[in-house]
């Protein structure tokens, strides 16, 4: 591409060509409580209700259907604590094609089962323990010995492509927004979702918000150099990652309009006005965005009366976590 | 009526316009993990995404709405320990009337903050101790002192027309139902909801489910005789309503077609479900519907296949009686 970006925005259309009928297009919820409170008109787009819980699925898909018949059927593989995990269970489910994933011992029991369910017959769950061992190094063993495809949680151009198309149905689902609060782990998720922005809306204020805890994205948006912090200790574990990825930075740097981070404190607060108020499960990592809309309002920095978007991007967070049983 | 009974399809099409562009016209949603658990194709009407939270703002609208410019005046009194205080809140402050209602100090402490919200600046809570006096006489006592209309939670004609629109939605959103799980308190929603079900689809077998603690409207449904279980020990707070009422009674007798009961803890099992599974909160006495389709599916009673409504009623639950902090 002659902007030297990994995607753009015929990449993101293509994926949702790929996606069409088998993810969720998820509806645009809205809050008059939450509209009052933070002085503007808020559309929110709940990835919490996509399949298997989380915008990963759409990445993860369209990765996997773009491979060839022979990497199809060696099968692939992926590591993550997570949502990526589920996505990409299920995606190959779906597609027919073997999955191993990797997940650590202490990832969240809901994930840990939802993955196991999507594997059933189809994948192999491979549990490490993270005192003992990186992912990184139990996946390239795994690598050596089987000619698997590493599917990456979000710094694959396939993958950044799938989680743009969030953006593109938000857009086409409500157009011309003010700013667009999206949630930062590794990027996938911003990078995809800015790409369209810039494409669909140019006006529109793309912010990226992170964990205070995990601020290395916000520290290489400011520097544009990428920085890295290693395991921040943040409830939002979907955003523990250590870095913005090769493709990644380069999109955030272009497309992303800024930056800002989120205290855990601030995070619950959010979830318990989702919970309380659009009555919507929404994970720790996926309330990023509506924390950062609430914190810039409190500040004074958002436009009274502006049309805001904000991505609702996971809702699995496991019951045993959240509710006295 | 000529069928004796107290409200008619027609009486739920002109609620239905009254509230047009008032209440929420909540979406239908489904689950794939839940069809596969109960081998059916279930239809969630979301009335958990309410204003006020329930579908009670339906019928306290509905209400309001037909007062004499006189009584509009005077103003409405409503007890209720939950949802019904929220919405007569949330209904006399659209409509600009003056409200006073009267909650138990024990009511789930988001559910009084949320009705003393909505009547800041037009109305009057007024809390009272369970211990020392009833909701009844404390009325009573209000009504002699002051011109005020009651509207009280169910058994009123205006009340189940407005809660009858949550059927005449559903049937128009997802016609051809072969069964309909509703949630059954008082009756008021459950009344409407049939009322609409036998007119609609006459075909579509409509199910009534309350708490086993409180089994009075099922062993009144049995035996022809109302029935009462004065304050039943259940977790569904919205129906420990003593018993079916003059309204209410002689419309279940005429349109549901059975009535069942399930335990606390099946409640708590599908509450689990919807948050997982669906990423919804929604309140004990919002599952009801649904923990009766199950418990149906797991005893042999649902035909295979079959196309199932469910409504889901409510999701005032606070998050400080659920969350660990």
């Not at 009052?36 to 989380?54: I, S, Y």
């Not at 589920?86 to 202490?106: E, F, H, K, Y």
């Not at 594997?119 to 795994?142: H, K």
Request: hydrophobic letters at 40%; glycine letters at 12%.
């Amino acid at each position: 591409m002659d902007d030297g970006l990994s995607v753009g925005i015929a990449d993101v259309r293509a994926a949702a060509g790929r996606l069409a009928g088998i993810a969720h297009r998820t509806p645009v919820l809205t809050s008059r409580a939450i509209d009052a409170m933070v002085g503007a008109e808020v559309l929110f787009k709940c990835e919490n209700l996509q399949r298997a819980g989380a915008f990963k699925f759409r990445g993860a898909y369209n990765a996997l259907s773009r491979l060839s018949d022979e990497q199809g059927q060696a099968g692939v593989l992926a590591y993550s604590s997570g949502n990526h995990a589920q996505a990409v269970a299920l995606a190959s489910r779906l597609l027919g094609i073997p999955a191993t994933i990797v997940m650590p011992t202490d990832a969240p029991a809901c994930k840990l089962e939802a993955t196991r369910g999507y594997l059933e017959g189809c994948g192999e769950l491979v549990l490490y323990d993270r005192a003992q061992t990186t992912r990184e190094a139990l996946a390239e063993r795994m690598l050596n010995e089987r000619p698997l495809t590493l599917i990456p949680p979000y710094d694959h151009p396939d993958v950044i492509a799938g989680q743009g198309t969030v953006g593109l149905e938000l857009f086409d689902q409500t157009p011309q927004l003010d700013y667009l609060f999206v949630p930062c782990g590794g990027g996938g998720l911003l990078s995809g979702v800015a790409t369209v922005a810039k494409s669909e809306c140019p006006a529109c204020r793309v912010v990226g918000v992170e964990p205070e805890a995990g601020d290395d994205a916000t520290r290489s948006f400011r520097t544009g150099q990428l920085q890295t912090v290693r395991d921040p200790e943040t409830i939002a574990d979907g955003a523990r990652t250590p870095s913005l990825g090769e493709h990644t930075f380069p999109i955030v740097l272009a497309c992303v309009d800024e930056m800002m981070t989120v205290t855990d404190k601030e995070l619950v607060a959010a979830m318990r006005l989702v919970f309380e108020r659009m009555k919507q499960v929404v994970e720790p990592t996926g309330v990023l965005g509506l924390t950062g809309l609430i914190k810039s309002s409190s500040e004074g920095r958002l436009k009274r009366g502006s049309r805001v978007g904000v991505v609702l991007s996971g809702g699995n967070v496991s019951w045993g976590a959240v509710y006295q049983e």
